[in-house]
């Protein structure tokens, strides 16, 4: 599966999220009171830029509204979707419920998934009463009644949004106790972190890596699958590391060392 799952644009769904996924659930019940009497909106699974708004479908374009562009607040998606690289949605996940563990969750649900995307509230527009906006990954994205769609009108790229996020975080193709991201070469470390202790989230890498212990070199499904006749791998050790989502470590430069969860914990890795 791909190592490049994004998410997270902007500060005030950073703010907001960082209080999900604390737990908070002073906040949540907020969220369920203050929602009330709003219309819950419905993502199309087989097209992520599409979405229902009392039955009616909308699509979702490229253009975008600064905050002050809002119209009066209609309803609600609030959801993660995990998607894939043609634009199906193939898991979702409630916001208000998600905890640390959720993007872990969701990539086992769904390992062909490449682009974690977050949803949220859906507004009127105020020039134009046919269309809405939608708040995606921390963008107000209009969108218009998909049986009123143009030639002219420019789709949500969701693969450009989720990708420009940040850079990519990879294993390291020459030493599987490494990850990449840029010029930057992270080693990871026998030191941990509490989930307490993470900050934001950077990445989601879902890769199960086997790799020969003495030279950390990955070993290919071939070689892992290749019968030995001749006895001369038979001193070879192998190690199994099963890499998931990446972090930021709070009071800690993520160009210094970040938190990367291996093998169901999350391990310090520090830039070399």
Excluded at 77 to 83: D, E, G, K, S, T
Excluded at 238 to 256: A, H, K, L, N
Aim: with cysteine.
């Amino acid at each position: 599966m791909n190592s490049t799952i994004k998410f997270f644009k902007g500060i005030f769904l950073m703010v907001c999220l960082c209080c999900v996924l604390s737990g908070c659930s002073i906040l949540q019940d907020g969220i369920k009171d203050y929602s009330s009497g709003k219309e819950q909106c419905y993502l199309v699974s087989e097209d992520v830029t599409q979405f229902t708004y009392k039955e009616e479908t909308y699509t979702i374009l490229n253009n975008t509204v600064s905050n002050d562009g809002l119209g009066e607040w209609l309803g609600y998606i609030r959801q993660l979707a995990a998607v894939d690289k043609d634009g199906t949605v193939l898991v979702q996940e409630a916001i208000e419920t998600a905890t640390f563990e959720t993007l872990s969750d969701l990539a086992d649900k769904a390992p062909d998934a490449k682009y974690i995307i977050p949803f949220l509230n859906v507004y009127a527009a105020p020039n134009n009463a046919s269309h809405l906006i939608v708040d995606v990954n921390g963008g107000y994205h209009e969108a218009v009644p998909s049986d009123q769609l143009t030639a002219a009108d420019e789709v949500f790229d969701f693969k450009a949004v989720a990708e420009n996020t940040g850079d990519s975080y990879e294993v390291n193709p020459q030493n599987a106790t490494q990850l990449t991201c840029g010029e930057r070469t992270y080693q990871v470390t026998e030191e941990t972190v509490t989930t307490e202790q993470l900050g934001a989230y950077l990445d989601i890498l879902n890769e199960t890596i086997t790799f020969d212990a003495d030279s950390k070199r990955p070993l290919s499904k071939e070689e892992q699958n290749k019968i030995d006749w001749t006895g001369s791998s038979a001193e070879q050790q192998r190690e199994r590391w099963f890499y998931m989502d990446v972090y930021e470590i709070s009071g800690t430069d993520p160009t210094d060392a970040i938190a990367v969860k291996v093998n169901n914990q999350y391990h310090i890795a520090r830039v070399q």
